[in-house]
């Protein structure tokens, strides 16, 4: 049996609101098992920008599920200690110095602003306690600030790349998805947080990569959605009137955002036959349903398995006898999962 276990805090009161899952709470001597070589059990701090992003949320789920088997694998007790920023990078920086103050061995911190590291990078090495920061992504600058920080996330550049040969793919393959056929694409771009290199990154190369295709595109319209179904439903709802006809792609920098502008197609009654080409990122479960249904072209799987999975060696390593030979970290400091093509044929091995 599993004895690992997740201290879920509330961000606003800093008490523990929740506890769960089975066995042992790590009783931990606070710094002391920093220098422990040989630890019976560890601790680590995780702080998410916003628990209710879709992939960072599937990614934390695989993360805790990851923990579980390394202790079973290890006999080390692992305790994750988890917040939710909510937003705010002051909170933030307020959970990593509880985090700290709580005897973790190692932070792992999704920034919520990935411009702004400079507080939680100062209290971690006045703390000798290392810090992963994971899928926002800090400038090398930054990371290079100190010895024991480290970056786990994707290249965006290959998300954007699959995502534009999935669409000049269905354009090629299929004569009709050029409604007007006038010969060039009418592309929209549903685009993530404005200054998130995900975003600025996907739709460059997304675009770039149906360019060098050879197919003509043309932008009809661009609306900022930042990752969120709602809001990518409201801005395609607001684009459906003037431009609906007119669009031919729907360029989505994730699945979420794909998956609102398909909210917003069927709000307005528009014949399935209609419909633009949808393509979307990340491969989340609720966009990969929408792949098999044929609602979406295609998506990119982003590898949150993989960037948890390496979250959690990183960490324990980090927390235990610091050996980060076996990581293959590149330049000693960054672990980057590459992203595959999920078209329709591919989605039922990615939904099991
Ligand atoms: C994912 C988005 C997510 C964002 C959060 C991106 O890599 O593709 O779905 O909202 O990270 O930072």
């Known amino acids: 049996m599993s004895q690992y276990s997740v201290l879920l805090v509330d961000d606003e009161e800093d008490v523990i609101a929740g506890f769960l899952l089975t066995g042992m709470v790590g009783i931990l001597s606070g710094c002391s098992l920093r220098q422990t070589r040989e630890a019976e059990s560890i601790k680590i701090g995780v702080t998410v920008y916003d628990q209710y992003d879709t992939f960072v949320s599937q990614m934390m789920e695989v993360f805790k599920n990851y923990a579980g ?36 061995d190692v932070v792992c911190v999704n920034l919520v602003d990935r411009t702004e590291p400079t507080t939680v990078i ?35 550049f290959e998300s954007g790349i699959m995502e534009g040969e999935i669409a000049a793919a269905a354009f090629q393959n299929n004569s009709s998805s050029d409604k007007n056929g006038d010969g060039m694409i009418q592309y929209l771009v549903l685009e993530g947080e404005a200054g998130h290199q995900d975003a600025i990154v996907r739709t460059e190369y997304a675009v770039s990569t149906i360019v060098e295709s050879g197919i003509d595109v043309e932008k009809v319209g661009y609306a900022i959605a930042n990752w969120n179904r709602a809001q990518a439903q409201t801005k395609m709802a607001q684009l459906l009137p003037e431009y609906g006809s007119e669009i031919e792609l729907v360029l989505a920098n994730n699945d979420d955002m794909a998956l609102g502008a398909i909210d917003a197609l069927k709000a307005a009654d528009i014949s399935r036959n209609d ?78």
């Open 69 to 104: 088997e390394k202790e079973a694998e290890t006999g080390i007790a692992i305790t994750i200690e988890m917040y939710n920023a909510a937003d705010s990078q002051t909170t933030q920086n307020s959970q990593v110095e509880s985090m700290i103050n709580d005897g973790c």
């Open 122 to 156: 100062d209290m971690a090495e006045k703390n000798n306690v290392p810090v992963i920061f994971f899928n926002r992504e800090l400038v090398e600058e930054d990371l290079e600030r100190w010895e024991r920080l480290y970056y786990v996330g994707a290249k965006a």
């Open 275 to 352: 419909w633009p080409v949808i393509v979307g990122i990340d491969g989340t479960d609720v966009g990969l349903e929408a792949v098999k249904k044929g609602e979406m072209i295609g998506t990119v799987y982003n590898d949150k398995e993989g960037q948890a999975q390496g979250i959690l060696n990183l960490a324990f390593a980090l927390s235990t006898d610091g050996n980060l030979s076996e990581l293959a970290l590149e330049d000693g400091k960054y672990l980057r999962l590459p992203y595959a093509k999920v078209l329709p044929e591919d989605v039922d091995a990615y939904l099991k």
